[in-house]
């Protein structure tokens, strides 16, 4: 179960990626990187946090939420899904770098990461946005 989640537009990675937050340290340096203060306190023993970046994106508009997170097949997996403009929507002219964090149990499952966003649903055929995060691929 999702305990806390946060999101943002800016301070997200260039690059799409995923990260899996495990210590204090982690907690502290996610925060200073998307230019906010810790919302709350930490306890790794006790949780940990799912991020992932969208990478960078040409227009405001764009958008990322973790929608599950749950223990399947020896697996911890994350479901997220993008949300992009539609073609004639009127976005900020403004490169962001969505991302989205989900505080969760602390478990010791390999993590799973899983994009929902379907291709028929696209990124709202704007074109030079960076590819989501790839499945699998896992930040330290």
């Known amino acids: ?56 994106r040409r227009t405001g508009g764009y958008t990322v939420a973790i929608e599950a997170v749950r223990a399947q097949a020896g697996r911890l997996r994350v479901e997220f899904r993008e949300t992009a403009p539609p073609p004639d929507a009127l976005t900020t002219q403004a490169i962001t770098y969505p991302w989205a964090f989900a505080l969760v149990p602390r478990s010791d499952l390999p993590v799973e990461w899983r994009n929902l966003t379907s291709t028929a649903a696209g990124r709202g055929g704007s074109s030079g946005s960076s590819p989501a995060p790839r499945p699998g691929r896992q930040e330290r």
């Not at 946060?6 to 990675?13: H, I, K």
């Not at 899996?20 to 982690?26: D, H, L, R, Y």
């Open 1 to 56: 179960p999702i305990v806390a989640e946060w999101s943002g537009v800016q301070g997200g990675s260039a690059q799409g990626a995923t990260r899996v937050i495990q210590t204090a340290a982690e907690w502290s340096a996610f925060w200073a990187q998307v230019g906010r203060e810790n919302p709350r306190s930490f306890d790794p023993r006790r949780e940990m946090g799912l991020v992932v970046f969208l990478g960078e």
